[in-house]
């Protein structure tokens, strides 16, 4: 710790301060507890937790969005299947192409280190590609529209990175670089679970059995992106419903306000990471795909999506809202209360 030292008259001791952090935030010692059983050890891993718990949490906004438009109970969950282990393989897909050295390079981790996705190190970009693809092949196999699910879970999904990124604090990682302000975050120096090492997963220790820590603050960049991906949520749910988007356009929406909050945090990041131009490669991608979004919300234009069951029971036909409610005010009542929500409530029909 830095100390400052002020002289006192001749003769007199030196009169010593030291630095004092007035506030800061603290990360957890520990991201995964181990449960002993006598012949086995489960591992329960923060990390997988927040990953869960964030896709719980995208799957049921997404359900309630998706049966307000006349789509199943069971819809999302149809969906998920298939989304979240295309999402998985395609978010450490995208880690892996794009830090080739830390698998692949002198002293890497190999093939196993690639599995060990439970450790952290995933891509969102890759995850939301391989989540779109998995979305279609069940949209196809559920004959629900497409664009009908990328409008309904525009709200949800980033609620769900909110949750997830939580994983990254436990883990002691995704900070930036140093920092006094009063929100700076206290970092471990994580253990290699090596011979003598507490196991992997928690912080090292010292010759005490104190966890160590790095030396000063640094920025929580998850934290920056945890409130960013809240107000994306926010600002989504509040334009989709003033103006009704349709045809993917809120899903365009979303990827717009994401990426130009993941563009700025990309410049906070310390992590190892592929570098272009002076820029993470992170940052470069955020920036296409921000323009990407624009293009399409720009050039698409139609109605909102609305699901009315097909002749004969099987699949559903995409129809307009007028048509949506017709149908919907010529269903007779069962009493049940298994019928879908009512529409999210909006007095203004806006064209798109």
């Known amino acids: 710790m830095d100390r400052l030292v002020v002289p006192v008259r001749p003769g007199g001791a030196p009169v010593v301060f030291s630095t004092v952090i007035l506030a800061s935030i603290p990360s957890p010692a520990t991201a995964v507890w181990y449960v002993n059983l006598g012949f086995f050890e489960i591992p329960i891993r923060a990390y997988t937790l927040c990953m869960v718990a964030g896709v719980v949490a995208a799957s049921l906004i997404t359900n309630r969005r998706m049966r307000s438009r006349g789509a199943p109970a069971t819809a999302a969950l149809d969906i998920a299947v298939w989304a979240v282990p295309f999402g998985i393989v395609g978010a450490r897909l995208y880690h892996v192409v794009t830090t080739p050295e830390k698998y692949w390079g002198a002293g890497g981790e190999g093939v196993m280190g690639t599995l060990r996705v439970w450790e952290g190190g995933i891509g969102i970009w890759g995850a939301v590609a391989g989540g779109a693809l998995g979305a279609w092949i069940a949209c196809r196999k559920t004959r629900l529209s497409f664009t009908l699910l990328a409008d309904c879970i525009a709200v949800g999904l980033p609620i769900g990175q909110v949750i997830a990124r939580l994983g990254n604090w436990f883990n002691n990682e995704l900070y930036g670089g140093r920092t006094d ?13 090596g011979p003598g090492d507490p196991p992997t997963g ?43 988007f349709g045809k993917g356009r809120a899903f365009a929406l979303y990827v717009m306000a994401y990426t130009a909050g993941r563009a700025w945090i990309e410049t ?29 919300f720009v050039l698409r234009r139609g109605p909102r999506d609305h699901l009315v069951p097909a002749p004969g029971g099987e699949g559903f036909l995409t129809v307009t809202e007028a048509e949506f409610l017709a149908h919907r005010a010529a269903e007779p009542r069962t009493g049940t209360g298994d019928s879908a929500p009512a529409d999210e409530p909006d007095g203004a029909q806006a064209k798109n």
Do not use: K
């Not at 302000?181 to 679970?193: F, K, Y």
């Not at 990471?273 to 323009?291: D, H, K, M, P, T």
């Open 268 to 296: 906070l990041r310390t992590d190892e990471a592929l570098i272009l131009f002076g820029q993470r490669l992170n940052f470069w991608v955020a920036i296409v795909v921000f323009l990407s979004a624009l293009a399409y």
């Open 181 to 193: 302000l009063p929100w700076g975050l206290e970092v471990h120096r994580m253990s290699g679970g």
């Open 202 to 244: 928690s912080a090292a220790v010292d010759a005490e059995g104190r966890p160590v820590l790095l030396e000063g603050l640094y920025h929580p960049a998850f934290l920056y992106e945890m409130v960013w991906d809240l107000g994306v949520a926010g600002f989504v749910y509040w334009l989709d419903r003033r103006h009704r």
